[in-house]
């Protein structure tokens, strides 16, 4: 029988545990989860599954119907290479496609990471994603977007339906739903900027969620002064509710106002939400959209001088490994040394919002209790998609996987810093 080549403990990512010994372990956040986070139970179905992937192992349990019998041979489409469009030129080369084809059954492929085949895709899978593509988020996500996360053992991630799924994942994860009829003292609240994304208070206000706006000036979320964060959550009300305990916030290209966090207001932020003992759900869909050449080129054609030049960001991080990568504006993860943040991200602003396909990430404590969720809920992203977007993402294979491609890194069970800070 072959080894389970998916679970391979030994396997380290980049920020693994070889080179961050004297980084602190996460925080525990059990005490924020809700009620039915506190109550979920792995699902025992979805425990199994990993087993099928097994060459020999015989289905005869779990409900997966046979692949055989999945209508269709192939998925085909002609889709773009990244020379396609310049971003800054605006030219285009519409002439470049590039085929993608889906066989129905790969069976010359023993490498889960690399086997993508609708016999695979198309049956049901692991909660956390469809394992070519989870395997290339987790190394994209671990080694090159966040290669700096300041806790032991780095972020793991899981795959979701966009960020829209991902942030009422997150109110699944913490909120307990509120009644007008549960006492006062016990009602959430979620931070925000003044102006929100009304997706958000569409999905959070029924479930009894006050929503506390910060106030907020060009640069984003105030710290300091009246109505800024610290006043809020110093001088918390209790007769309104409790004090909130978790923020959502976009920090780049923020909706609707555009607004993007500086580096040191981030900064600020973090230590005030660290010392009131706050989770920070960063949500930044339009991460990938920054252009550094953007506000002189604005400039120019207003018939500005030249903007002074950004001053460099002040949070030192390893190099992702590309230049544009670093060009962009750090979130809100490599200043989190609690593991008190949890990111979403979405190909909906990068490949098209119809994917319907995201991802969060999280310390992995965080992200095993989103499998949970995910696997009572959505399952998985649609694997028509995932498999898409696998080829698009992956192909051609990588000639030899790197040790850090790998689904999980050592998972013991969860193990945190001792005692918490809130400022109770
Ligand atoms: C701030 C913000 N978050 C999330 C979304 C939706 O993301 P998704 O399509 O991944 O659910 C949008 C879409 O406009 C958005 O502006």
Redesign the pocket.
Known sequence: MASLSYRDDSRQGAGGLSDDDDKPLPLDFTHHYSDTTKSRNASKIKAIYKFFQIPGILNIAGGLPNAQFFPYDTLEAQAAKPERWSPSSGSSNPSAPNHITIPHDDSTQKDLLQKIDLATALQYGMAQGYPPLLGWIRQFTRDHLHPGVPYKGGPEVVLTC??????AKALNLFVTPWRTTDPISSRPGLLCETYV?T?ITNQATPLGVQMVPVKTDESGMAVSGPGGLEDVLANWDSSKGKRPHLMYT?TLG??PTGILLSVERKKEIYAICSKYDVIIIE?E??WYLQFPEASSLEAESRGLPPPPRSSPSTVTTPSSGFPFLDSLTPSFTPLDTDGRVVR?D?F?KTVA?GC?L?WITAQPALIERFERITEATTQQPSGFVQALISKLLISPPHPSPTPSFSLFSHRPPPNHQAGNRPAS
Do not use: I
């Open positions: 966009g960020s829209t799924d991902g942030f994304y997706n976009v923020h909706n949500d869909p339009y979403l979405t909906s919002p319907r995201g």
